[in-house]
């Protein structure tokens, strides 16, 4: 994995901090899909992405697995353009696939409040699933205001804007390698 100093000088110029490498989180995934094929060995996953965040998650996560996995992703808002939750989740693309009698993990980029978590869950569930589990890569404990169940979590934050491994500010920085957080004229 490259750092900050292998990218473009637009985007290395507004990195304050580097809070987590690449090969840290590599290797936070690959023990995160250890678990997952202990735990859905002989049978078949379905990994559900969060997007637009979750996308680079996913499929790093995808291709460290062993079981039977397939892949399906909804769209939700709750930021909108800020850097805090509104509150208010609206679903954009619903799932493809029927989740009734399957075994499900939903793959969050970051868990903040919880309220965009807690009414995603309630949802799934509400569609039968044989099982349903949470994974996160990103937790931020000390903003939660919905207590929330995560299964599989990868790293906790502090109460920081954080981009990078498909987190954005205004659908920029997704694609940075590791997670960081940005200087202030960055939001400018």
Excluded: C
């Excluded at 992405?49 to 769209?75: E, I, N, Y």
């Excluded at 699933?129 to 903003?143: G, Y």
């Excluded at 995560?150 to 940075?176: C, K, Q, S, W």
Aim: glycine share 6%.
């Amino acid at each position: 994995m490259f750092g900050v100093d292998a990218l473009a000088p637009e985007l290395a110029r507004h990195i304050d901090e580097v809070l987590i490498t690449g090969d840290e989180i590599d290797a936070k995934l690959a023990d995160i899909a250890k678990q997952l094929d202990e735990a859905y060995e002989g049978k078949q996953v379905l990994l559900v992405g969060v997007l637009k965040g979750a996308f680079v998650l996913m499929a790093d996560l995808a291709r460290h697995l062993t079981v039977a996995a397939s892949v399906d992703f909804m769209a939700v808002s709750s930021y909108g353009s800020s850097t805090r939750t509104s509150g208010v989740v609206r679903i954009l693309k619903d799932l493809d696939t029927d989740i009734e009698d399957r075994h499900v993990v939903l793959v969050e980029d970051i868990v903040d409040s919880g309220l965009t978590l807690d009414y995603l869950v309630k949802n799934l569930r509400a569609r039968k699933p044989a099982t349903l589990e949470v994974l996160a890569l990103l937790t931020k404990p000390s903003t939660r205001r919905m207590p929330v169940e995560i299964r599989y979590r990868g790293f906790e934050v502090p109460d920081v804007f954080v981009v990078g491994y498909g987190l954005d500010y205004a659908e920029r920085y997704r694609n940075l390698p590791f997670i960081a957080t940005l200087k202030e004229e960055a939001y400018r």
